[in-house]
């Protein structure tokens, strides 16, 4: 699974992305921000100004996502084990995630 950060939601969310992208370990500054959106619903990284290379990187990640025609997120894009590739838009249930690890489409 990747997480593909896009940093529009908030006028935080550009910086909060760039934090994470930039840390020197990114799924751990993740994990530390998720636990931030449970425990406040604000996260809990705080927002830097991106450098040159985490300012690309998030307009490169915002146009995959311009492109998929999807204006929301979370989005969860997967392939199963048989191939069949299959888009969930928005948020879902913890049941989905179960389904798609067990090889099952949700």
Do not use: C, W
Request: net charge neutral; proline share 9%; no cysteine.
């Amino acid at each position: 699974m990747r997480y593909i950060p896009v940093g529009f939601l908030t006028p935080s969310s550009l910086g909060k992305s760039a934090a994470i992208l930039e840390a020197p370990n990114p799924p751990a500054a993740l994990a530390v921000d998720m636990k931030g959106v449970v425990q406040n619903g604000t996260g809990g990284v705080r927002a830097i100004d991106p450098d040159a290379a985490a300012r690309a990187g998030l307009q490169y990640n915002r146009s995959m996502l311009i492109e998929t025609g999807v204006d929301i997120v979370p989005d969860l894009v997967f392939r199963l084990p048989d191939g069949h590739v299959g888009m969930i838009k928005g948020v879902f249930p913890d049941s989905v995630l179960r389904d798609i690890v067990h090889g099952r489409m949700p």
